[in-house]
């Protein structure tokens, strides 16, 4: 990791939010929803998060960066984002919609482009879920050219949503069902066709690359007893030719741990840990890999979440960039202001190629860097 990685910290938004803790009292609850992607088409990126409106309905909110500062867009929708989101071009247009679920059974897609006239509409494109999805992921699964949904609800099922520009209700493809946990990832493990799934019980093989026929492979070690709650992200981040699986426990009060792991031939993969136990990291919900500091090699970006995991007072939560020579992990803190964090993303918000990181509240602490407010914030990459 180089040394002149820089950042600057922007208040994204505090100004409209007051605190609702669980629905008990009114204002805006449990931010989810979260979903990246240049929306109008401008060459810098968006941001989006929504959630409960506390008491009845939902909120989404669209974040923009301009030369002037952050602009917010305020979606109205009629139904209560939950935490899975992803954004992807479903109606070829040419622009990203947003695919998001409810606290519910749904699952919709959003038009997010704050420049058309159809902004904000949505439309349900599923109702089946046991319960809303905890993970979206958009990938070009079965390798023809289209994007396909992966869903995961939270201890239920995993699923795949082919020929999603269709009009009708989408079809689910169960990878697997009873599925302990959440965190979810895409990438090619394997040597054949299509693209895997990558879940924390293990990785599953997309066996005839056409996404209809799934494998169920080994990971996360048992002895290791991870929790179930988990986020992962997959990238080659050390540089060796190989792809890792970097997984994180993403609601643990204490004590979360991050670890790298490697394919072994068979079994589990080989772990080493970046956060142990004894650091003592608190709900490490964000788990994104860049190239921060331009040097060819991806980092690790973490970030502990507020939500009484840390209190605000004896324990404030930071944000982490960990990066490797290939030998020695260095572990950097980027934000250190009582300021935490739930699904921030790496996005460029000022187009000027350098990775950015936006993220916000899933619910604030009482004692937290913005007076106890709800807060979105940014890290703009300013690094030389
Ligand atoms: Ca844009
Ligand atoms: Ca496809
Ligand atoms: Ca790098
Ligand atoms: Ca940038």
């Not at 088409?41 to 941001?47: H, M």
């Not at 069902?177 to 990785?203: E, H, K, M, R, Y």
């Amino acid at each position: 990791m180089r040394e002149a990685l820089q950042f600057e910290h922007e208040t994204v938004d505090t100004t409209i939010f007051n605190i609702s803790w669980g629905g008990e009292s009114p204002g805006y609850d449990a931010w989810g929803g979260v979903a990246a992607a240049d929306f109008d088409g401008d060459g810098r990126d968006e941001f989006a998060t929504g959630g409960r409106l506390s008491p009845d309905g939902g909120y989404y909110h669209l974040y923009d960066r301009t030369a002037d500062g952050w602009d917010r867009y305020e979606l109205e929708p009629d139904f209560r984002p939950g935490v899975g989101a992803t954004a992807t071009d479903v109606d070829g247009d040419g622009c990203p919609e947003i695919v998001c679920g409810e606290w519910g059974s749904r699952l919709f897609v959003v038009d997010a482009d704050p420049t058309a006239e159809s902004f904000g509409t949505a439309r349900v494109v599923y109702d089946g879920f046991e319960n809303g999805p905890h993970d979206l992921l958009a990938a070009d699964v079965d390798g023809d050219g289209e994007m396909e949904i992966v869903a995961r609800v939270k201890d239920h099922s995993l699923v795949v949503f082919d020929d999603i520009g269709s009009d009708g209700e989408w079809v689910p493809t169960v990878v697997a069902s009873g599925l302990d946990g959440d965190g979810t990832a895409v990438a090619d493990i394997s040597d054949g066709p299509g693209l895997d799934i990558v879940t924390n019980q293990g990785w599953f093989q997309n066996v005839d690359g056409e996404g209809t026929d799934w494998q169920q492979h080994p990971l996360v070690d048992p002895a290791l007893d991870w929790d179930h709650e988990t986020r992962i992200a997959v990238g080659d981040v050390d540089d060796d030719g190989d792809l890792e699986v970097v997984i994180s426990e993403s609601e643990l009060d204490a004590n979360a741990r991050l670890a790298v792991l490697s394919r072994t031939d068979t079994g589990p993969w080989e772990h080493r840990l970046l956060f142990d136990a004894e650091d003592d990291r608190r709900a490490l919900h964000t788990l994104e890999l860049a190239d921060l500091d331009g040097d060819g090699r991806l980092e690790v970006v973490t970030a502990e979440m507020e939500n009484d995991k840390t209190d605000g007072e004896s324990v404030t939560p930071r944000w982490w960039c960990l990066g490797t020579d290939g030998e020695t992990w260095e572990r950097r803190v980027l934000l250190d202001e009582n300021l935490g964090s739930h699904c921030a993303r790496v996005l460029d918000v000022d187009g000027d190629g350098r990775p950015d990181i936006v993220g916000k509240v899933w619910r604030a602490n009482d004692r937290n860097g913005a007076d106890g407010l709800n807060h979105v914030d940014c890290l703009r990459n300013v690094t030389e």
